[in-house]
């Protein structure tokens, strides 16, 4: 089954303008993870050039293509969209239009055009996504499929290319959260997905738990991010390292640690999930996560401990 993995950040907006995070994500990411493909679109008009016929090719079979768009809701709140090349005239456009007002989302996609010259493919796929319920925190979002860190040729080296761009916005943006772990709807972690055994009066949807990131943390998995504020609670950086659940724990610059469950995604298991869940469990929501028992198809795994973090809240 080809699963996606999200790596994902939340940054309070504070000083720091919703648009300036959106174009630094965006901006920044690209130019980390695909460098040759921001230097080939680069003198691209900011306009997509589109089929002469209904359905027709929009490209040359192989090339390779880059857009970037946002979502913003109009006034009878429909969603509108537009796009255009992630060109340099093309990014000029949607930091116009980002300045002008915040969007629902932004997202940058790099694909190749099929053999019908039809866009395809997910070379690279970034979001930056506004929640109404949480209007204090913008949520970026990166994609990747499970598979090119699993390569055995591979896997390694793209596991740490992924790993050091997403640790060069987390060591300064002091992020209430963040992960490297399976996607689910709405960006929201495993621990939030999974069915409940009572209902619960705080949701547990990422419209409500992201603003509530550093009361609670989120979840775990193989990267988990803990603000400072919970990471505080649990003893420090040094506690967390003394613990011996994580390969690597990394205090961040502005705020927060970097808690890597194992230093080869391909090894993180039900023990290293274990581990990590009885160190993290004091400041994780409480109640009791169960697996579903016909989850919907395509669904990824649930990488849980199925049990109440609450008792190992401390007092």
Known sequence: MRYTLNLQLNVEIGAKKHSDLALDWLDGM???????VRDMLEPLPAR???????FGPLGEPGSVFGLVDYERWSANFDIKTEERNCSKAGMAWLEEELRREPVRKAHLWFGAFDENGHRSGDRLSLDVMLLPESPDWVRLHAYIREEHFLDPVTGTDVQSQWLEALFSYADRLNPGFGHVAYWFD?????????RWAIPLQESRHPKHTVNECRRYLRGYSWLTIVPAELANRLGGTAAMRDSGAFAEVRQLTAGGVWLLATADYRDYDQVAISRAFHVLAPVLRPGLPRPRPNPPTGRPPYQLVFEDAAGRHQG
């Open 30 to 36: 690209s130019r980390r993870l695909a460098p040759d």
């Open 48 to 54: 997509v050039a589109r089929s002469k016929q209904r």
């Open 186 to 194: 709405d960006g929201a972690t495993a621990f939030e997905a999974a």
